[in-house]
């Protein structure tokens, strides 16, 4: 039984096929819906009691009390100077990499004035107070504390909040020295739809914030998804996506790694291929059944690319950038020889590797742009987190006594045009007296 399908592009059911494969069932299990909804509520009407019996109950806490969750600052300090030195230096490295990066977004209040002195503009300025939600536990992400922290401290955001579980008092170390690093100003043990809640509607403890941003299981993101409008999220994430184009020339053993680096984060990722050489994709196909014996997450591989991998046999290269165009990737490996030429004909992809060197799991940990992407499509509309997301536009509009003048006019007969004559008359009256109607 093949490890993962092959498609043809001159297949007669290939677009039948391909749309079978990116098919995702976004629905939500309304099991999970309904804790998620009960949680918030719960939480929104009892504050800090409620996240302390969450916290008991999910996280078997021993704590008396929420600010008895609050990890202090010499904690995460101390974890920070307690890393081993070659994996301090790294973390510091992608820190600052990820800062210089987000530095370049950070956007400007401007203005410019008319001939007249009217002012016209844009101010900016950042959030008051954002959250991040860190899974905790086992798992180990110091990489998203990074890429959700600095660019909201870039940004100029004065209070980030962390909220990460830590069941059974487990405390990641690596986790802490991220925060430390990332600039976070105060870390909560507590985790699930209840911090996200915490978060949203403030507790007697806990601040309410006015954006939430981080990855969650199934419970955090369908609390984000309902609190979002009380606050901004930053997206509601589906499985992780890698579409490589390759041109048959890049050694099929990195490939096929590069397929599997998608692969291994759960069974719902995608991970697919497209290239003009159809012994090419033998090679690959080959070297994904040596190397993955190899691979500690096997299983979790296996199940990826055999529900929702693909090998596909394009024409050429163009139409590989019509398919991807398509597809719409979170990431978009372009493994050629000149990848900006076909790069300039890429319009939908949340990030886009060039060359044979570019391996996505650069992206994913020190390259420097932000790791958190648009799934499932909707990087046809949308755009990786950045310092853009923590930041808001206030229009800035000065109107002199001349412009009033000319402005007045235009605005009072659009007014009338629409059956508003408050809005007419607050624009007449600015208007001189010998050129007003009273």
Same mark, same amino acid.
């Not at 319009?347 to 590797?353: D, K, L, S, T, Y």
């Given at each position: 039984m093949s490890l993962i399908k092959r498609l043809s592009t001159q297949s007669e059911q290939f677009g039948k096929s391909l749309r079978a494969l990116l098919a995702f069932d976004?629905?939500?299990?309304?099991?999970?819906?309904?804790?998620?909804?009960?949680?918030?509520?719960?939480?929104?009407?009892?504050?800090d009691s409620a996240v302390l019996d969450y916290t008991r109950q999910f996280d078997r806490s021993p704590a008396a009390s929420v600010a008895a969750l609050e990890i202090e600052r010499r904690e995460w300090l101390a974890a920070l100077d307690a890393l081993p030195a070659d994996q301090r230096a790294a973390l510091e490295t992608a820190a600052d990499?990820?800062?210089?990066?987000?530095?370049?977004?950070?956007?400007?209040?401007?203005?410019?004035?008319?001939?007249?002195?009217?002012?016209?503009?844009?101010?900016?300025?950042?959030?008051?107070?954002?959250g991040l939600y860190v899974p905790g536990g086992k798992a180990a992400y110091p990489s998203s504390v990074l890429m959700n922290a600095i660019p909201a401290k870039v940004a100029g955001v004065p209070e980030v909040i962390m909220v990460?579980?830590? #069941? @059974?008092? !487990?405390?990641?170390?690596? %986790?802490? +020295? =991220?925060? *430390?690093?990332?600039?976070?100003?105060?870390?909560?043990?507590?985790?699930?739809?209840?911090a996200i809640g915490a978060l949203a509607y403030g507790t007697q403890t806990i601040s309410p914030v006015d954006k939430i941003v981080g990855p969650g299981n199934a419970y955090v993101a369908a609390a984000k998804r309902r609190v979002f409008g009380t606050v901004g999220i930053d997206m509601i994430a589906g499985p992780s996506e890698i579409l490589?184009?390759?041109?048959?020339?890049?050694?099929?053993?990195?490939i096929a790694m590069d397929l599997f680096s998608q692969a291994e984060h759960?069974?719902?990722?995608?991970?697919?291929?497209?290239? #003009? @050489?159809? !012994?090419?994709?033998?090679? %690959?196909? +080959? =070297?994904? *059944?040596?190397?993955?014996p190899t691979m500690p997450r096997a299983d979790i591989i296996r199940a990826s690319l055999g529900q929702r991998g693909a090998l596909i046999q394009v024409a050429d290269l163009d139409e590989a950038c019509a398919i991807a165009n398509d597809i719409a990737p979170?990431?978009?490996?372009?493994?050629?020889?000149?990848?900006?030429?076909?790069?300039?004909?890429?319009?939908?992809?949340?990030?886009?590797?060039?060359?044979?060197?570019?391996?996505?799991?650069?992206?994913?940990?020190?390259?420097?742009p932000n790791h958190v992407l648009p799934t499932s499509r909707t990087a046809r509309f949308s755009s990786p987190l950045g310092v853009y997301d923590f930041q808001k536009r206030s229009s800035i509009i000065q109107v002199s006594q001349e412009g009033a003048q000319f402005l007045g006019r235009i605005a009072a007969n659009l007014a009338y045009g629409e059956g508003l004559q408050a809005h007419a008359a607050s624009a007449e009256y600015r208007l001189n007296p010998t050129d007003s109607k009273s």
């Open positions: 976004a629905s939500q299990d309304e099991s999970i819906e309904r804790a998620a909804a009960d949680i918030l509520k719960n939480v929104q009407e009892h504050g990499r990820v800062r210089r990066y987000h530095e370049h977004q950070l956007a400007q209040t401007w203005t410019y004035t008319e001939a007249d002195g009217t002012v016209l503009g844009q101010k900016i300025t950042p959030l008051d107070r954002v990460t579980p830590t #069941p @059974d008092g !487990a405390r990641n170390p690596i %986790v802490l +020295a =991220a925060a *430390a690093l990332g600039g976070v100003d105060r870390v909560w043990g507590i985790g699930g739809a209840q490589i184009i390759c041109d048959g020339d890049t050694p099929a053993d990195w759960d069974e719902l990722a995608q991970a697919i291929l497209l290239c #003009p @050489d159809s !012994a090419y994709l033998d090679q %690959v196909e +080959a =070297a994904i *059944a040596r190397l993955l979170e990431h978009l490996e372009i493994s050629t020889a000149d990848p900006q030429i076909w790069a300039d004909k890429i319009r939908h992809a949340g990030a886009i590797f060039l060359g044979r060197y570019s391996s996505e799991a650069l992206g994913d940990y020190c390259a420097g």
